[in-house]
């Protein structure tokens, strides 16, 4: 990519971001009512019970609609960011507000595209970085939201990183593949040990799945560097709550995706170089690996 291809090159993965971060929001509020009506359907199912008649319901069916009035969105009032600020905000029929939230996706997903693209130019490894934290803004809002982190994220997200190092993409395939052994061996171990001292499940499932995929991105020697990252977005997101007043009761169960779909986002950003560089105490297998 030369200078002068360089602006064209930004300027489109700014643009890929926004329209990407669009669809994101569709796909964070409806995949989890998806498998919800997919856990009734086989729930009927084994129960024998009659089957309950649903209306189509996935990424495309129905249209986005006002959740307070029904009003379909057209689509000159679905262009990222651009339609929020034309609204002021608002439903252009019945003025109820609009989250915040949606521009704010667009936007941070057109941020990280064009990190991407900062970092490894117009190649096939910035779109693979970008599909990268596409999935992991995903997964933080929809477990942020649901304490749910889909398989179908999930397992992309830790095949693609196979598929990135097996192509030459990144890491080594051995290290890509022990990063995604360990990642998810790590947690289990310590939510097993758990509940044989407590009684009690402390993490799900999901969670083991999300650091083997970041383990199968970043490779093996990166994994301690990760919970630490997650750790520290806990604490970010957890003082920004208390200051919302949205963890004045401590039986809330809060959710541990966030805090590494967040260390995946960070890692991403700052670059596996510079955080070796930054962190070293933060790898301690490099001992062994040299």
């Given amino acids: 990519m030369t200078l002068i291809d360089f602006p064209?090159?930004?300027?489109?993965?700014?643009?890929?971001g926004l329209m990407v971060g669009s669809f994101l929001n569709v796909l964070i509020f409806r995949l989890p009512k998806m498998m919800e009506r997919q856990w009734a359907r086989d729930y009927q199912e084994w129960s024998g019970s009659p089957e309950t008649?649903?209306?189509?319901?996935n990424l495309a069916v129905p249209r986005s609609s006002c959740p307070v009035c029904a009003h379909p969105i057209r689509w000159y009032e679905n262009i990222p960011v651009v339609s929020y600020l034309a609204l002021a905000g608002k439903c252009s029929a019945c003025k109820s507000p609009i989250s915040i939230r949606y521009p704010a996706v667009e936007l941070i997903t057109?941020?990280?595209?064009?990190?991407?693209?900062?970092?490894?130019?117009?190649?096939?490894?910035?779109?693979?970085?970008?599909?990268?934290?596409?999935?992991?803004?995903?997964?933080?809002?929809?477990?942020?939201?649901?304490?749910?982190?889909?398989?179908?994220?999930?397992?992309?997200?830790?095949?693609?990183?196979?598929?990135?190092?097996?192509?030459g993409w990144g890491i080594s395939l051995a290290s890509?593949?022990?990063?995604?052994?360990?990642?998810?061996?790590?947690?289990?171990?310590?939510?097993?040990?758990?509940?044989?001292?407590?009684?009690?499940?402390?993490?799900?499932?999901?969670?083991?799945?999300?650091?083997?995929?970041?383990?199968?991105?970043?490779?093996?020697?990166?994994?301690f560097a990760l919970i630490l990252l997650s750790s520290l977005v806990g604490s970010v997101i957890g003082a920004l709550l208390l200051l919302a007043g949205r963890l004045a009761n401590k039986d809330i169960p809060i959710a541990f995706g966030p805090f590494l779909a967040g260390a995946g986002l960070l890692a991403m950003l700052v670059g596996p170089d510079k955080l070796r560089d930054w962190a070293p105490f933060a790898f301690p297998l490099d001992v062994f690996l040299r």
């Fill in 176 to 223: 890509s593949l022990y990063g995604a052994i360990f990642g998810y061996m790590s947690l289990w171990s310590v939510t097993r040990l758990y509940y044989l001292l407590r009684g009690k499940i402390g993490m799900g499932n999901g969670d083991f799945k999300l650091l083997a995929a970041l383990g199968a991105w970043f490779g093996v020697e990166y994994l």
């Fill in 53 to 57: 008649p649903q209306t189509p319901y």
């Fill in 8 to 16: 064209y090159a930004l300027a489109g993965a700014i643009l890929g």
């Fill in 110 to 167: 057109a941020f990280f595209f064009a990190a991407a693209v900062l970092h490894f130019g117009l190649t096939w490894v910035a779109l693979a970085w970008c599909a990268f934290a596409a999935l992991l803004i995903s997964l933080f809002l929809i477990d942020f939201d649901t304490q749910l982190l889909p398989d179908d994220l999930t397992y992309l997200l830790l095949w693609g990183g196979i598929s990135v190092s097996l192509l």
